[in-house]
T-cell receptor
């Protein structure tokens, strides 16, 4: 079973920030939070990952709560091309990703 | 750098046949993982190879097997195909270090249809 819980779907207006939450209340101290997205029938694409500090890269920001039981992926200015299924995964490097059902994000024009 | 490549991209087989799928990782990556994606079960982990050794495997029957070569290229084999094996098979490569640097880069997948 997936170790994460995400909303099934979300909508976001183009140009606005998309905030995608993820609950991982059973996360262990050595587990990282990884985010991927999958655009229709393509292979998943790595977005960002973190342990406990907030992280930012050219694609997104990752905010992890202080107790590490949840996190939020932020796409600062969503575009139509960001429409995809977003997966939140926790892993301790066992090289076995367990994908949940993800959040289907729809960016609206 | 060239991305992860998978061949073939599409495949049609009949029940009872066997199939071999190929994956070439990004240059320098030593870890290759395989996943099966179906509408009903979503993305499921099959197995992971690092330096020609299987390090982890998912909950799939023994009909699903894989191997990795010294150049890190990997193949997976499915024997005695069943209708339920119809899926998108995805390969992902990474450096294979600990969780801190475990970004996986996925290929476009092989779409297998079993008739």
């Amino acid at each position: 079973d997936a170790k994460t819980t995400q909303p099934t779907s979300m909508d976001c207006a183009e140009g606005r920030a998309a905030n995608l939450p993820c609950n991982h209340s059973t996360i262990s101290g050595n587990e990282y939070v990884y985010w991927y997205r999958q655009i229709h029938s393509q292979g998943p694409q790595y977005i960002i990952h973190g342990l406990k500090n907030n992280e930012t890269n050219e694609m997104a920001s990752l905010i992890i709560t202080e107790d590490r039981k949840s996190s939020t992926l932020i796409l600062p200015h969503a575009t139509l091309r960001d429409t995809a299924v977003y997966y939140c995964i926790v892993t301790a490097g066992t090289y076995k990703y367990i994908f949940g059902t993800g959040t289907r994000l729809k960016v609206l024009a | 750098k060239a991305g992860v490549t998978q061949t073939p991209r599409y495949l049609i087989k009949t029940r009872g046949q066997q199939v071999t799928l190929s994956c070439s990782p990004i240059s320098g990556h030593r870890s290759v993982s395989w996943y099966q994606q179906t509408p009903g079960q979503g993305l499921q982990f099959l197995f992971e190879y690092f330096s020609e050794t299987q390090r982890n495997k998912g909950n799939f029957p023994g009909r699903f097997s894989g191997r990795q070569f010294s150049n890190s290229r990997s193949e997976m084999n499915v024997s005695t195909l069943e209708l339920g094996d119809s899926a998108l098979y995805l390969c992902a490569s990474s450096y294979g270090g600990g969780a801190r640097y475990n970004e996986q880069f996925f290929g476009p997948g092989t779409r297998l249809t079993v008739l």
